[in-house]
């Protein structure tokens, strides 16, 4: 009977102590914190490859303005490192909300149904993609863009946010029209 009392007096106290010992013990702290470090490493996405153009230096230079004056979130979404790191391109979120600046004009620019429109004085030319859409804007003296993933939609949305670095570090030259 004795030996149901200390068993019973053991299991008592280790249940009135409840999983502190256990938050306290160096095992458990060693695999939360591997835990945590993995599930910090899963969510952050590194370097999305973005192609980077080779214009002529007067436009890179222009060119690397407007990627720095480019505000720190673009529809929520954080900044973040591009493959191979250039002063041309940047990206935001995941999936990633692409830019680049010094892009050749996109093909169906000049054709008649093109169509500019304009977002915050900005004028843009947009091609619809599998997953979203390429907006490439129109009569100023860089051709930048930007491809927004279907997962922004309405993708255009995102051009809001550019508009003022793109109106301040890119010459207008001719009115959307």
């Not at 050749?104 to 004085?121: H, R, T």
């Amino acid at each position: 009977m004795a030996k149901q009392t200390l068993a019973g007096s053991a299991r008592a106290r280790a249940t009135a102590a409840g999983p502190v010992p256990l938050l306290r013990s160096g095992v458990f702290r060693g695999v939360a914190a591997a835990f945590a470090l993995l599930l910090v490493a899963g969510c952050t996405p590194g370097p999305t490859p973005v192609p980077v153009p080779s214009p002529g230096p007067e436009v890179a230079a222009a060119c690397a303005d407007l990627i720095k004056a480019l505000p720190d979130k673009v529809l929520d979404a954080e900044r973040r490192e591009t493959s191979p790191q250039s002063p041309l391109t940047t990206a935001y979120g995941d999936p990633p909300i692409e830019m680049t600046c010094g892009v050749a004009a996109p093909a169906g620019m000049a054709e008649a149904q093109s169509q500019c429109f304009e977002v915050n004085g900005v004028g843009w030319f947009a091609k619809e993609v599998k997953n979203g859409f390429i907006f490439t804007t129109i009569g100023r003296t860089l051709y930048f863009e930007v491809a927004v993933p279907s997962k922004y939609s309405p993708e255009a949305n995102a051009l809001t946010d550019v508009s003022d670095a793109v109106q301040k570090h890119n010459k207008l030259v001719t009115p959307c029209t």
